[in-house]
């Protein structure tokens, strides 16, 4: 059976690779000609463990295209391009409504599932026959985004009617990924998806306010962690690390729509509010920092380790780093992330070709994105360098703190 993508962005290379590696041919079908020659040379085009080396693994069971005619042969079509959203995490759908009506134009008679971010109510309207829509909850994560794809803890399908039978074109093809597959009304199906992204941003906005409240008391965050990792009624696999806010775009997304569909229900949408203004305060941190204490010394060369908003992946949208690097006007900036070589250019910015580069030159180092590289940096080269202040967020040198401060290099971070 032949599976079609339409759409090739993060989200439909993914589970483009994983089907192809659950052994179904595929065609993946994007207008873009650039983004198809690319991958059809086996370019990695963007950060994300498993996926590049898998799609050429596989690259006997897909098909690279720019021509819409090859996705005929498919079975069954995903809608897979990532949703855009502006700086308020408001979505354009209007990319997606395109997709739509080109499908309908050219292609008939096929299952279409819609993977693609949108709202509760927006799978229901659209045109096609009911029995062959669904509306598929991705929850994939940057940097793990081709192992959950490949290996989901479930599948949530929203049906035009969740007590008959799914197709058998659909079912042996979900059947292949061997997990439970949990059907509902498009409606909830679509709703579920923001619901888990609203669960895990409660989940990070309150670890960011306890942790705020343990480092007042000179507490121990890693016993709180510790403790609370072990209470069956929250899990080992609960977002416990302190961070900056959320960023990426996908859970501001989210946060906007909901409370967008409370506000429009005449439901309180208060709570959304305060977490939103919440994360706004946690991803200013930094700069917050840097205005209240070093602002008026303009002769310190400022330091960035890490760029992307996270690691595992090169994307930088609503990234803290950048909002940090647009709120220095004067002092030099020297900043270096292993993925990200690229950003918009600023006067005052250098970007270095390594660590070392940031450590040598820096009087003043913040570490942005806790990627692994940054973790083994020696503590000795910072001790026999110029910095004389760390701002590290996510506690990398958390362990090396005393002996830091011995050597009069002041250390800041959230835990």
């Known amino acids: 059976m032949t599976i079609g993508f339409f759409g090739l962005s993060h989200l439909g290379l993914n589970y483009l690779a994983a089907s ?77 409504k395109k997709i739509i009506k080109i499908i309908k134009l050219k292609i008939n008679k096929k299952n279409l599932i819609l993977m693609s971010q949108v709202k509760p ?27 959950r794809a490949f290996n989901p803890e479930r599948i949530i399908l929203g049906v035009n009617n969740p007590q008959k039978n799914i197709n058998n074109e659909v079912k042996n093809f979900y059947n292949k990924f061997n997990c439970p597959i949990i059907k509902t009304d498009y409606n909830s199906a679509e709703l579920i998806k923001i619901s888990i992204n609203i669960y895990l941003i409660s989940s990070i906005t309150t670890t ?121 006007k004067e002092n030099k900036i020297y900043a270096f992330d292993p993925v990200v070589k690229k950003i918009k250019k600023q006067k005052n910015l250098i970007l270095t070709q390594n660590t070392n580069d940031i450590i040598n030159i820096s009087d003043v180092l913040f570490v942005m994105t806790p990627w692994y590289e940054f973790k083994n940096i020696k503590t000795q080269s910072i001790i026999n360098s110029k910095i004389k202040k760390i701002i590290d967020p996510f506690g990398i040198f958390k362990n090396e703190k005393e002996l830091l401060k011995r050597k009069k290099i002041k250390y800041y971070s959230l835990i």
């Open 20 to 96: 192809a590696a659950k052994g179904f041919r595929v065609v993946g079908y994007d207008e873009n000609k650039e983004l198809i020659e690319k991958l059809k040379s086996n370019k990695v085009i963007f950060k994300e463990p498993l996926l590049f080396e898998n799609l050429k693994r596989f690259n006997k069971n897909i098909i690279f295209s720019n021509k819409i005619s090859d996705l005929k042969k498919s079975k069954i079509i995903f809608i897979s391009l990532d949703v855009k959203t502006d700086k308020y995490g408001k979505s354009d759908l209007n990319g997606i």
């Open 121 to 147: 109510g927006f799978t229901k309207k659209i045109s096609w026959d009911k029995s062959r829509l669904f509306y598929q909850v991705e929850t994939l994560v940057f940097g793990q985004a081709f192992q």
């Open 208 to 328: 960011n306010l306890l942790a705020k409240i343990v480092k007042k008391l000179n507490g121990n965050w890693e016993d709180l962690e510790k403790a609370i990792r072990l209470d069956k009624r929250i899990g080992k696999f609960a977002y416990l690390n302190p961070g900056l806010g959320i960023s990426g775009g996908n859970l501001e997304r989210d946060l906007y729509n909901i409370s967008q569909i409370a506000k429009q229900n005449n439901i309180s949408h208060d709570l959304f509010k305060i977490w939103k203004k919440n994360s706004v305060i946690q991803k200013s941190w930094a700069s917050s920092f840097y205005n209240n204490e070093l602002k008026k010394n303009k002769k310190l060369r400022i330091g960035i380790l890490g760029l992307a908003y996270k690691i595992n992946t090169n994307s930088t949208k609503n990234s803290p780093s950048l909002d940090l690097i647009k709120n220095i």
